[in-house]
C-alpha cells in the first residue's frame, strides 16, 4: 500500500505546499498591491478555493473518461500557470487571476478517487490518513519556510518555487505513480446525495471540513496583518522579516500535536474527541488572537490554532471514508472537498470584510461564539465510527440469491467486486462471526 500511496500523497502535498508557502504572508504582501482593499485581500487569500470548489466535480467526471494520470497533469499545468501569473503581477486584479487560476488545477478529488482505485476498501481509511498526514505536514513546513523565504527573497519568489513544485509533481506522475486498474462495482443500493446529508455522521465530518478550512484562511488574513499594523490600528507594529518568530513555534507545536492526534483518533477509536479538543483550540486561538494586548498572547493564540488545525487534518478524510458506504465514499469526499473549499473562500472575504468595518477585539468575540456553536453540534452529531472488518469469497463460491436476501444488524453492507470477482461484506465482528455471515450466503 505505501509504494502506491505516497507518491500520489507526495503529488497532492506538493501542490498543498505550494499553496501554504505563502499563506504565512500573503495578505501583507498582496495589501501593498495597486488597488488593495482588505476585502480584495481576503478574496485573494482564499481565492484558489472558489475555483477549487467549482471544478473538483468537472475534473472527477474528466478523470473518468480519460483517466487519472492525464487529468492530474492537466490540473498541474493549469496550477503552474497561475503560479507564474502570480508571480509576475504587480497589481491586486493580476495576483487575483494568478490565484483563481492556481485553484482551476482542482486535482484533490481524482487523486483520492485514484487512491480508492489502487487501494483495497479495508485498508483505505489507513490510506486517507496517510495522506491527510502528508499534507498536514505540507502545512507544518510552509509554515516554517513561508515567511523566511518571503522576508529572504520576496513573496514572489514563493510563487516561482510553487511553480517548480508543480513540476516535480508532475515528474513523480509519470515516474513513480502506477496506472490504476479500471474498476466497476455493483451495489445493492444507489447513492443519493440526500441520503449522504441525512447521515449524522457524515454530515457532522463535512461541518468539520468546512469549517476547519475556513477558519484557517480567517487566520492567515488577520494574523500578518495584526502583527505588521501599527500600534494605533491594533496591531503590534512588527516588521515582515519577523513573522517568522510567530510561524516557527507554532509550526512545531503542531507537528508534535499531529502524532498523538492520529495515534488516538484512528489506533484508540477517539477521533470524536480529538475533534472536540481542536475545536475547543480553534475558539481558544481566535479569542487571543482578537483580545491579546502583547505578542507574547498573540501568538500563544496562533500555537492553539496551529495545533487544533493540524490534530484534526489527518483524520478528515479518513473519517468520511469510514462513515460512508462504499458507494457513497466518492460522493461524500467530492460533496466535502467542495464544500470545505467553498469554505475556505468564504472564510477569506469574511475576514477581509470584517477588517474593514470591526475592530480586532469584535472579531474575536465573532469567531469565538462561531466555535462554541461548532463545538456543541459536533458533540451532538458526531459518533466514533463503528469498528468493521472485512469478508472476501469469490463469487463462484456464494448463492447470488442468499446474498441480495442478507440482512442483519451488525452488516453495514456488501457489494461485487467485478474486476477480481469477489463478493465483499463489511460487518462488525464483536455482533456476528465471518462463519455465521458465511452459512448465510455461501451454496
Known amino acids: 500500500m505505501f509504494k502506491k500511496i505516497m507518491p500520489l500523497s507526495a503529488i497532492l502535498s506538493l501542490r498543498f505546499l505550494g499553496l501554504f508557502l505563502v499563506l504565512p504572508v500573503l ?16 478574496i485573494i487569500v482564499g481565492g484558489y478555493a472558489l475555483t477549487q470548489a467549482l471544478f473538483q466535480v468537472p475534473f472527477g467526471t474528466i478523470s ?43 486535482i484533490g478529488a481524482v487523486v483520492t478517487a485514484m487512491i480508492s482505485d489502487l487501494v483495497p476498501e479495508e485498508v483505505r481509511g489507513k490510506a486517507m490518513a496517510m495522506m491527510g498526514g502528508t499534507i498536514a505536514l505540507s502545512f507544518a513546513l510552509a509554515m516554517g519556510l513561508g515567511p523566511v523565504l518571503g522576508a ?21 506522475l509519470f515516474t513513480k505513480v502506477p ?11 444507489t447513492t443519493k446525495t440526500s441520503d449522504i446529508l441525512k447521515d449524522p455522521n457524515l454530515l457532522g465530518m463535512i461541518i468539520i471540513n468546512g469549517m476547519q478550512k475556513g477558519l484557517m484562511t ?17 496591531g503590534f507594529a512588527w516588521e515582515k522579516s519577523e513573522l517568522w518568530m510567530v510561524y516557527l513555534p507554532a509550526m512545531l507545536f503542531g507537528l508534535i500535536a499531529m502524532g498523538p492526534a492520529a495515534v488516538f483518533g484512528e489506533k484508540h477509536n477517539k477521533a470524536k474527541e480529538i475533534f472536540m479538543l481542536s475545536i475547543v483550540l480553534f475558539i481558544t486561538a481566535f479569542v487571543l488572537m482578537g483580545y491579546a494586548t502583547t505578542p507574547v498572547l498573540f501568538i500563544v ?16 478524510q479518513s473519517l468520511i471514508s469510514k462513515y460512508a458506504k462504499v458507494h ?30 470591526s475592530d480586532r477585539q469584535s472579531m474575536g468575540m465573532i469567531l469565538g461564539l462561531i ?21 472476501f469469497k469469490h463469487i463462484d463460491e456464494i448463492d447470488m440469491k442468499k446474498l441480495e436476501d442478507l440482512e442483519h444488524d451488525a452488516i453495514a453492507e456488501w457489494y461485487i467486486n467485478e474486476t477480481e470477482d469477489l463478493v465483499v461484506v463489511k460487518y462488525r465482528s464483536d455482533d456476528i462471526a465471518e462463519e455465521a455471515i458465511l452459512a448465510k450466503i455461501q451454496k
Open 301 to 316: 493564540g496562533v500555537v492553539s490554532f496551529f495545533i487544533g488545525f493540524n490534530m484534526m487534518e489527518p483524520l478528515v
Open 218 to 234: 480567517v487566520a492567515f488574513v488577520l494574523i500578518p496583518i495584526i502583527m505588521t499594523n501599527p500600534l494605533a490600528e491594533g
Open 152 to 172: 529572504a527573497f520576496g513573496v514572489d519568489f514563493l510563487f516561482w518555487v510553487t511553480a517548480g513544485l508543480s513540476g516535480l509533481a508532475m515528474l513523480l
Open 328 to 357: 457513497q465514499k466518492g460522493a461524500a469526499l467530492g460533496i466535502s472537498n467542495s464544500i470545505s473549499y467553498f469554505m475556505t473562500f468564504l472564510g477569506g472575504t469574511f475576514a477581509g470584510l470584517m477588517l474593514d468595518i
Open 371 to 391: 466555535g462554541a456553536l461548532w463545538l456543541i453540534m459536533t458533540a451532538i452529531k458526531l459518533s466514533n465510527p463503528a469498528k468493521h472488518k472485512h469478508l
Open 27 to 42: 495578505s501583507v504582501y498582496a495589501m501593498s498591491m495597486e488597488g488593495a482593499t482588505p476585502l480584495l485581500v481576503g
Open 64 to 106: 473518468d473518461k480519460i483517466g487519472r494520470k492525464p487529468t492530474i497533469f492537466v490540473g498541474l499545468v493549469i496550477f503552474l500557470i497561475g503560479s507564474v501569473i502570480a508571480a509576475l503581477s504587480t497589481d491586486i486584479y493580476t495576483l487575483m487571476v494568478g490565484r483563481f487560476l492556481q485553484g482551476a488545477g482542482a
Open 179 to 189: 496506472t490504476p486498474p479500471r474498476i466497476r462495482h455493483i451495489y445493492h443500493n
